[in-house]
């Protein structure tokens, strides 16, 4: 059985830090590229972050470059989400996802599987 398992979602101020992690299992993780996705009330599913588990490509959406960085660790079929410098926009409930080879690292569409998501909330 296919399984994402988000963790580390929560409140925090403006300008302060939080780590996500998505842990999968069920299918051949280095296979497979993971990403990030948010989704504010009222708001489109926004990709936020890729990572190709097979050889380390990443992606970013112009709105969190230089403040999210995503990593890999390959041994624990685990991906995380380093977020610096939150902000109010950031608030989302944060899902990760996994594909194969997708066309658009970004677009939700091209993905097989996804996790319940996370609550995430900066307070200003």
């Known amino acids: 059985e296919v399984q994402l398992v988000e963790s580390g979602g929560g409140l925090v101020q403006a300008g302060g830090s939080l780590r996500l992690s998505c842990a999968a299992s069920g299918f051949t993780f280095d296979d497979y590229a993971i990403g990030w996705f948010r989704q504010a009330p009222g708001k489109e599913r926004e990709g936020v972050s890729c990572?190709?588990?097979?050889?380390?490509?990443?992606y970013y959406a112009d709105s969190v470059k230089g403040r999210f960085t995503i990593s890999s660790d390959n041994a624990k079929n685990t991906v995380y989400l380093q977020m610096n410098s939150l902000k109010p926009e950031d608030t989302a409930v944060y899902y990760c996802a996994a594909a194969l080879n997708p066309i658009l690292p970004l677009s939700a569409g091209g993905y097989d599987y996804w996790g319940q998501g996370t609550q995430v909330t900066v307070s200003s």
């Open positions: 990572i190709s588990s097979s050889d380390g490509s990443t």
